[in-house]
């Protein structure tokens, strides 16, 4: 072997210490975070990325950190993700929720359209996908998106609370209570769904109108942290 080979793979009790170190600030990053720092928790995640730079879960990990309250910069980590393997659905799915917090609409729609490509089996892509769409109005392929997330996976409160916003929007009362009322029992803390069924039950049963100032529900997406603990392990 020569000096040169020698000097640029790293021992076997080097890599060792990095692994070690590395898993050591992803456990302050995840404890951090658990607590709310977001600052220590990038800060820690920055730490376990000197450690091992080459990692795209880390990098990963990083990018969902700052969508929250750095999308510009979460848009660098992921790309630079992308670059050490541009074949990872998760890394393009967070791509375009970066996107979609600086409303970049259509930058957004060419990222989801890369994970899906990779992972058309994920439901929580195709939730996104109907967040994106029914922003845009485009109703017909939002309904389109949430038909095959609860085809997929049924169980995701935010599909159908979304799906149910996209029914309201369109004027389909009796889909739109059905869809808050399976959203409300997937997710019962949520107060938001719970009041607003009982405000369209009493339009229903009174048959008279919103009031103009009820316009209907935003649709959300998987909040990041959920979606988070699905593809990080805990440490």
Same mark, same amino acid.
């Given at each position: 072997?020569?000096?040169?080979?020698?000097?640029?793979?790293?021992?076997?009790?080097?890599?060792?210490?990095?692994?070690?170190? $590395?898993?050591?600030? =992803?456990?302050?990053?995840?404890?951090?975070?658990?607590?709310?720092?977001?600052?220590?928790?990038?800060?820690?995640?920055?730490?376990?990325?000197?450690? &091992?730079?080459?990692?795209?879960?880390?990098?990963?990990?990083?990018?969902?950190?700052?969508?929250?309250?750095?999308?510009?910069?979460?848009? %660098?980590? =992921?790309?630079?993700?992308?670059?050490? /393997?541009?074949?990872?659905?998760?890394?393009?799915?967070?791509?375009?929720?970066?996107?979609?917090?600086?409303?970049?609409?259509?930058?957004? @729609?060419? *990222?989801?359209?890369?994970?899906?490509?990779? /992972?058309?089996?994920?439901?929580?892509?195709?939730?996104?996908?109907?967040?994106?769409?029914?922003?845009?109005?485009?109703?017909?392929?939002?309904?389109?998106?949430?038909?095959?997330?609860?085809?997929?996976?049924?169980?995701? @409160?935010?599909?159908?609370?979304?799906?149910?916003?996209?029914?309201?929007?369109?004027?389909?009362?009796? $889909?739109?209570?059905? *869809?808050?009322?399976?959203?409300?029992?997937?997710?019962?803390?949520?107060?938001?769904?719970?009041?607003?069924? %009982?405000? =369209?039950? &009493?339009?229903?049963?009174?048959?008279?109108?919103?009031?103009?100032?009820?316009?209907?529900?935003?649709? %959300?997406?998987?909040?990041?942290?959920?979606?988070?603990?699905?593809?990080?392990?805990?440490?």
């Amino acid at each position: 072997m020569s000096p040169a080979s020698s000097f640029s793979t790293p021992s076997p009790v080097i890599q060792e210490l990095n692994s070690a170190n $590395e898993h050591i600030w =992803l456990t302050i990053g995840r404890l951090a975070e658990q607590m709310g720092d977001l600052n220590h928790a990038l800060s820690a995640y920055e730490h376990a990325l000197r450690h &091992n730079p080459s990692s795209v879960g880390l990098i990963r990990i990083a990018g969902i950190s700052k969508i929250k309250n750095g999308p510009g910069i979460a848009i %660098q980590y =992921l790309t630079k993700s992308l670059e050490t /393997d541009p074949h990872d659905a998760q890394s393009w799915y967070l791509l375009g929720r970066a996107y979609m917090a600086c409303q970049k609409y259509h930058k957004a @729609s060419e *990222a989801y359209q890369q994970a899906v490509y990779r /992972d058309s089996e994920n439901a929580i892509f195709w939730c996104s996908i109907g967040v994106l769409y029914l922003k845009n109005n485009l109703f017909p392929a939002a309904s389109d998106a949430y038909h095959k997330a609860f085809g997929i996976d049924p169980y995701i @409160s935010e599909i159908w609370s979304g799906f149910g916003s996209l029914c309201e929007k369109s004027n389909r009362l009796f $889909e739109c209570i059905s *869809a808050y009322t399976r959203a409300s029992e997937l997710n019962p803390s949520n107060v938001v769904i719970s009041d607003r069924i %009982q405000l =369209l039950k &009493n339009v229903q049963a009174t048959g008279g109108q919103l009031p103009p100032e009820a316009a209907a529900l935003d649709p %959300q997406d998987v909040h990041l942290e959920a979606y988070a603990n699905t593809i990080i392990p805990p440490p």
